[in-house]
């Protein structure tokens, strides 16, 4: 047998988080599958999505072509638009969805090689002051672009910034700002990503841009009954055990010694596989289901474990990282970090799809 370290991919769950973002949106949902779908696997997640979304979101156009050759017909967004004119041919070409964030880009439409009218969402900047035309620009840009005569549709998009921050005052702002730029003007709307989705049902708009939540993730505390499902089970085994005298240490630059005799367990995955090395001692993990610690530092192919306290864990005993039982962004937070990283970081696992 090969390593045994598995990211288990649940379709079903992945259906049901996208038709709770959808109950809890109200209006049409994208579902966002840039990079790999958050490290689920883009194709496969998509195809399982495909009878029931009102369409997808990437962030290159290598990503949507990546869907259309496999045969995805629904709608694609480009939500950072194109960085090169050139890609306008195959915008055309592939019938995607593109976004534009800059005066700018504009010319770039007006000349462009193409016969048929496309449908541009219009990213606005109402506060991240990341990508996007400033707030009191949108009607002009609105106008300018209809004079390309190569419009066929104009949505009107923009991204919060602290969505995720129950208590934060900033969406308000941003939803007054973004509200104000495109009154008067008949377009449709796209305010919100997950945490907006979740949290903030005032900002939804016409179209809502689910990613994390179809993945079972977020970083926004729960405010509803309803929650996303975790998607990955991202799982090992132990491959070793080791009994360990008290006062011994433990793994790279000796950071953990053992304070009892400890049975140690040692786990076929590391930062290699994207487990994050940044963890501490005392970062939980799940040992034939039941909650433990990891001890001393990540490696980048294994990691050690606590089995102590744990009744029956042996080699080939299964140890899961995050997953159904243990949240990925609890594994994250431990890390410093947030659990989007901790998906997209996923490889060398042997990935396996479910129903
Ligand atoms: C990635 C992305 C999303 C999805 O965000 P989540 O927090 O994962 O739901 C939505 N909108 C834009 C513009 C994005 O780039």
Request: aromatic letters at 6%; charged letters at 20%; a negative charge.
């Amino acid at each position: 047998m090969s390593r045994p370290l598995t990211a288990t991919i649940h379709l079903s769950t992945l259906r049901h988080n996208y038709l709770l973002a959808k109950r809890l949106h109200g209006g049409r949902v994208l579902a966002v599958v840039k990079a790999n779908a958050y490290g689920h696997g883009a194709v496969r997640c998509a195809s399982a999505l495909a009878s029931l979304v009102d369409g997808f979101a990437v962030a290159t156009i290598e990503e949507a072509i990546q869907l259309r050759e496999a045969g995805i017909d629904r709608p694609i967004l480009l939500l950072e638009g194109w960085f090169e004119p050139c890609e306008l041919v195959l915008i055309q070409q592939y019938d995607l969805w593109t976004a534009l964030h800059s005066m700018a880009q504009i010319v770039d439409i007006e000349v462009a090689n193409i016969h048929k009218p496309l449908t541009v969402w219009i990213k606005v900047d109402s506060g991240m002051h990341r990508l996007g035309i400033n707030a009191g620009d949108f009607a002009l840009a609105h106008a300018r672009l209809l004079a390309t005569g190569r419009i066929d549709k104009i949505v009107a998009m923009t991204h919060f910034s602290r969505a995720d921050e129950l208590d934060s005052q900033c969406t308000p702002q941003q939803i007054d700002r973004f509200t104000k730029a495109v009154a008067g003007l008949n377009v449709e709307t796209s305010l919100s990503n997950s945490g907006s989705i979740l949290a903030w049902p005032a900002a939804h708009g016409d179209w809502g841009r689910a990613g994390v939540m179809l993945y079972g993730g977020t970083s926004t505390d729960r405010v509803l009954p309803d929650w996303p499902l975790p998607v990955m089970n991202f799982d090992s085994k132990i491959i070793a055990v080791r009994e360990l005298a008290a006062g011994e240490p433990l793994g790279y630059g000796a950071r953990f010694h053992t304070d009892r005799p400890t049975r140690v367990g040692v786990v076929a995955c590391g930062y290699a596989d994207g487990y994050p090395r940044a963890v501490p001692t005392g970062t939980p993990v799940l040992v034939n289901g039941q909650r433990s610690r990891i001890i001393g530092r990540v490696s980048m192919d294994m990691l050690t474990v606590d089995l102590n306290d744990i009744t029956g864990a042996d080699v080939g005993s299964t140890v899961r990282l995050w997953g159904e039982g243990l949240p990925a962004s609890e594994v994250a937070a431990a890390a410093g970090t947030i659990d989007y990283e901790l998906f997209c970081n996923v490889k060398r696992a042997h990935q396996i799809y479910e129903d």
